[in-house]
């Protein structure tokens, strides 16, 4: 079975940027706000058809969202926040969770919307890089998730049929792009999130990584063919 994980949030912290936001704006929560913009954005940019790096777009919703609390958020905040999100921490139970799913016969790919550049810096500079068999981005694609392409052009390059790979996420709109691509899925819960209430429930649900790959193991037949 072929492990396809999300990058941000799913194993990368974000929550390590609180500090930014609470300088940049007076509110840590600020982050949590920048992000849900970030991805609204992202979805409407893929749902109409169109295609533009994940990087530009995060950059583009900081101004905004330090308007909201009376501040302003020029061309040094935006470069400061894209050189902090390639060097996030990992969640804490990441690493083991990797390499008990490794030992146990899985492939471990990463898909994120970053552009490969990021992707590798932040699984490197995490301390993750090597865990992982491969890095995705659906940048190669043309497409960002939760459209098709990106998890198509995983499964081509893995050799993979779309039953023999499970998406792994924390964010229900990957969970729903995965699964209508074919996939399996699991949802991990970061920041209280829950998987979207009006799309297929994922198959594995969990409160940590930890979790995740528990319940992969357990499954009758796990190895990847």
């Known amino acids: 079975m072929l492990c396809v994980f999300d990058v941000n949030e799913t194993l990368i912290d974000l929550s390590a940027l609180d500090d930014f936001f609470a300088d940049l704006t007076g509110d840590p929560g600020a982050r949590r706000e920048w992000f849900d913009m970030l991805i609204h954005n992202a979805l409407a940019i893929t749902a109409t058809g169109g295609y533009r790096p994940f990087g530009e777009i995060a950059a583009a919703c900081l101004p905004p969202i330090a308007a909201t609390y009376g501040r302003t958020a020029g061309p040094d905040s935006q470069r400061e926040l894209g050189e902090r999100l390639r060097r996030l921490p990992a969640h804490p139970e990441i ?115 930890g979790e995740v790959a528990m319940q992969l193991i357990a499954r009758p037949v796990h190895a990847s063919a």
């Open 95 to 209: 690493d083991h969770a990797l390499t008990r799913l490794r030992d146990a016969g899985f492939g471990v790919v990463a898909l994120t919307n970053s552009v490969s550049a990021v992707a590798e810096d932040q699984l490197r500079n995490a301390g993750l890089r090597e865990l992982f068999d491969a890095v995705y981005s659906a940048d190669q694609a043309g497409r960002l998730k939760p459209a098709p392409e990106p998890y198509r052009h995983v499964l081509s390059a893995q050799g993979a049929a779309p039953s023999q790979a499970v998406m792994i996420a924390a964010h229900g709109w990957d969970i729903a792009g995965a699964a209508a691509a074919g996939l399996d899925t699991a949802f991990v819960s970061r920041d209280g999130r829950i998987p979207l209430p009006a799309a297929g429930s994922p198959s594995l649900v969990a409160t940590d990584m």
